[in-house]
């Protein structure tokens, strides 16, 4: 399962994925970046953005 498809099916959110230059990987939702490659100086773990996104959703938002 691909990152996008994780954070939809997971949390119901559909987030802008950024992958460009050689390496480079940011993932935004709302506009608001929630994970950059680059800033954390490797690649997320598994699961590591969907529970970056979790825990900055308000309890009310959250589909699971």
Known sequence: MGL???LETKLG???EIHA???????????GKTVFSKRAA???PNP?????LIAGAQPAAQRTN
């Open 13 to 15: 959110v559909k987030p």
């Open 4 to 6: 996008a498809q994780e």
């Open 20 to 30: 460009s230059w050689p390496g480079s990987l940011d993932v935004l939702v709302d």
């Open 41 to 43: 100086g490797r690649a």
């Open 47 to 51: 699961g590591e953005v969907a529970a």
